[in-house]
């Protein structure tokens, strides 16, 4: 998730976003809580650590706010050795020119975000940090004010492909809970959620959480529409632009609206199995669920839009 500067002052009241509480249980945890029993001293070495993945001549600043131990920040620079790798494989076109990087551990249940060459993760020690997804959002850059849905959607396409299983949708596949909220009728137009005059409104987690929801959710959708049917180089000329229906109708020599129709159509091929509903009985979810089906969703559309 970008930082959006309105959420500099802000307190986080539930879980939420890319570290939202989700579907969680000790197997999701990297270290059970009774088996940190390393002494003070060992803590104390690793206030400060780093890493240089040497493949893109990227180097991590990292602090350890979490008094992790040496072997607990060693599984740390692993997961994101691979990470950076993965990215530099599968997406090198969009990594950027930044070269150093600061990262922060962090106590707490906030929301994990970016805030230009900075990353600052929570719930590390749950499992509940989005690693790649942050990292993507770092090392690809992004215009504050500019390409949001792109910059979500590919985020979560990654997370999705490299199976870190977090918000918005966990293991359940991203096209069946789209399908869900379209036939419950809990669907933005893709004109209003790209419009980047509204997209806080949508995405502030600290807000409308359900309506965020959907929103982080479609940006994922559309985006693997896009990508596993057109490819990753027609996405990558989209990525963070400005003025992005018009980019994409460029780009893919087809208005939004008939892309979008497509993909509606994909959509409603694929119903949301039975064994894939599990989502909407987690406790996080389950609440997120409710809120949105009492939501009086037309209308809220028209008021964020100012329709």
Known sequence: MRKFSVLLTVSLLLLTSCSYNGAESKETAIVDSNDRNESAKDKEMILEDQLTVDEYGIEFIIKNYLNLTPKEMDHFKDSLRKATLYLGEHFNPL??????????????????????????????????????????????????????FTQEGIAIFIQNEYKEYLFPNEKTPIHQLMNYFVKNERYIPLEILMNEELAERFTDVYGNEALSWVSYVEAGSFTTYLIDKYG????????????LAAKIEQVYKKPLNELEKEWLAFINENELKERNQWILNQPYYKELNR????????????EISNR
Request: aromatic share 16%; net charge positive.
């Open 95 to 148: 990594i950027g020119d930044e070269k150093k990087f600061y990262i922060t551990l962090n106590k707490g249940n906030k929301v994990s975000y970016v805030n230009g060459n900075s990353i600052h993760y929570y719930r590390y020690l749950e499992g509940r940090a989005p690693i790649i997804h942050e990292l993507s959002h770092a090392l690809f850059g992004y215009t504050p004010g500019s390409g949001y």
């Open 232 to 243: 990753k180089e027609k996405y990558f000329l989209i990525y963070n632009q400005a003025n």
């Open 291 to 302: 809120t949105l089906l009492e939501m009086d969703f037309a209308n809220k559309l028209k």
